[in-house]
């Protein structure tokens, strides 16, 4: 079945440290990758998108996220982390048209 | 533009009372969606439309039904609400044919079915 997999739920990481937050997928074609912020009680707010193309991507807020295709992944990644960055991160993949499948989540805290 | 909005923001209902989500967008967009999130979950479709007078069946459309009169608006309707329903409500719309065209969403509505 189609799916994409957050595997971790909650990370918590220092003001100015790295940050890595893991996306796997399974789907048989290539599909169209999506990594989503979303602060307590708003909405969905888009970071970046990979169609094709070079798979390094760049996104907004200094984000960036690689396609590994060998690994069925799209990790996001930033080089350092700011307080305003703890958030709820969303990894999605869409199959077809309208049919986007969204990862469970991974709650970001920064500790100061 | 004030982009996709959502109407209310909270609300409380009784079991088997019905009510209408209401979803409107200002970017003349075709797609529209409805999706649930649940608590430690992510997203899940609900119902979507490709355009006025065209809707389409989500992932989880059970209790739910919706109506694309115009392009702007996408209402969601539950008619008999159950506590399984208590979940916050996002739309979604998105312009353009192709898959690169991202969605855009709404601020939500928290729904709690008691």
């Known amino acids: 079945a189609q799916s994409v997999t957050q595997p971790d739920i909650h990370i918590t990481v220092s003001e100015g440290a790295s940050l890595e937050l893991r996306c796997n997928y399974s789907?048989?074609?290539?599909?169209?990758l999506f990594w989503y912020v979303q602060s307590p009680g708003q909405g969905l707010q888009l970071l970046l998108k990979?169609?094709?193309?070079?798979?390094l991507v760049q996104g907004i807020k200094g984000f960036e996220a690689e396609f590994k295709r060998s690994q069925s992944s799209f990790n996001l990644r930033k080089p350092s982390v700011h307080w305003s960055d703890a958030a709820e991160y969303f990894c999605?993949?869409?199959?077809?048209?309208?049919?986007?499948?969204f990862g469970a989540g991974t709650r970001l805290t920064v500790k100061p | 533009n004030a982009g996709v909005t959502q109407t209310p923001k909270f609300r409380i209902l009784k079991i088997g009372q019905s009510m209408t989500l209401q979803c409107a967008q200002d970017?003349?967009?075709?797609?529209m969606y409805w999706y649930r999130q649940d608590p430690g979950m992510g997203l899940k479709l609900i119902y979507y439309?490709?355009?006025?007078?065209?809707?389409d069946k989500g992932e989880v459309p059970n209790g739910y039904n919706v109506s694309r009169s115009t392009t702007e608006d996408f209402p969601l309707r539950l008619e008999l609400a159950a506590p399984s329903q208590t979940s916050v409500y996002f739309c979604?719309?998105?312009?353009?044919?192709?898959?690169?065209?991202?969605?855009?969403f709404g601020p939500g509505t928290r729904l709690t079915v008691t």
């Open positions: 979604a719309s998105r312009g353009g044919q192709g898959r690169i065209y991202e969605q855009y």
């Open positions: 789907y048989g074609a290539t599909p169209y």
């Open positions: 990979y169609f094709s193309g070079d798979t």
């Open positions: 999605a993949s869409l199959m077809n048209n309208n049919d986007m499948r």
């Open positions: 970017m003349n967009h075709n797609y």
């Open positions: 439309s490709v355009g006025a007078g065209i809707t």
